[in-house]
């Protein structure tokens, strides 16, 4: 009899216990933003803290010669938008991202000289990347913290931004549906 009533006893303590769980949990997942938070519509997926410098910011001053060997200048890369892509060679999400950028660089309506590939090494061999991006972007590769990344504010990979004229972000992102209503 001592026994179930032990039993009843461990049952009730373990229910409670899990009942304030999930309370919690609820009120948790209650304060994240997107469909099941107060703070409105969800994120696009893929939407991650900012990778670079945030919409609004102002590139800071580079210079950095490209794979072809031309000097490009920064925050004013082109008259008009730029489409701008970062890229390093260890990163899975890079892998699928690099074909969709080389898709939206393809049908850039400002070409080539629009549009700004920067791939990040640590020595490994990105010449796939370069040679893949080369024909539709000028390519600046390049070792993390150097010209273009500090100047863009890199913190992670893929970035992705769309820039005005003066080198202003337009839109930023981790996947192409972030910045291709701003080119």
Same mark, same amino acid.
């Given at each position: 009899?001592?026994?179930?009533?032990?039993?009843?006893?461990?049952?009730?303590?373990? @229910? =409670?216990? !899990?009942?304030? %769980?999930?309370? $919690?949990? =609820?009120?948790?997942?209650?304060?994240?933003?997107? *469909?099941?938070?107060?703070?409105?519509?969800?994120?696009?997926?893929?939407?991650? *803290?900012?990778?670079?410098?945030?919409?609004?910011?102002?590139?800071?001053? %580079?210079?950095?010669?490209?794979?072809?060997?031309?000097?490009?200048?920064?925050?004013?890369?082109?008259?008009?938008?730029?489409?701008?892509?970062?890229?390093?060679? +260890? @990163?899975?999400? @890079?892998?699928?991202?690099? *074909?969709?950028?080389?898709?939206?660089?393809? +049908?850039?309506?400002?070409?080539? !000289?629009?549009?700004?590939?920067?791939?990040?090494? !640590?020595? #490994?061999?990105?010449? !796939?990347?370069?040679? =893949?991006?080369? *024909?539709?972007?000028?390519?600046?590769?390049? $070792?993390?913290?150097?010209?273009?990344?500090?100047?863009?504010?890199? $913190?992670?990979?893929?970035?992705?931004?769309?820039?005005?004229?003066?080198?202003?972000?337009?839109?930023?992102?981790?996947?192409?549906?972030?910045? #291709?209503?701003?080119?």
């Amino acid at each position: 009899m001592y026994f179930v009533a032990a039993l009843v006893v461990l049952v009730g303590v373990v @229910c =409670t216990l !899990d009942l304030l %769980f999930t309370v $919690r949990l =609820t009120r948790l997942v209650r304060a994240l933003p997107g *469909p099941a938070g107060p703070s409105g519509p969800p994120a696009l997926p893929g939407r991650l *803290p900012d990778l670079m410098l945030p919409v609004g910011e102002v590139v800071g001053p %580079f210079e950095a010669v490209t794979a072809d060997g031309e000097v490009r200048r920064g925050p004013t890369l082109t008259p008009g938008r730029t489409l701008v892509g970062v890229f390093t060679k +260890n @990163c899975p999400p @890079c892998a699928e991202r690099v *074909p969709q950028f080389l898709e939206a660089a393809k +049908n850039h309506p400002h070409g080539r !000289d629009a549009v700004l590939a920067v791939l990040v090494t !640590d020595g #490994e061999d990105v010449s !796939d990347y370069r040679d =893949t991006l080369q *024909p539709v972007a000028h390519v600046i590769v390049e $070792r993390k913290g150097e010209a273009a990344t500090k100047a863009l504010g890199v $913190r992670g990979y893929p970035a992705l931004a769309v820039l005005d004229e003066r080198g202003g972000i337009l839109a930023a992102g981790t996947i192409m549906a972030h910045v #291709e209503p701003a080119l």
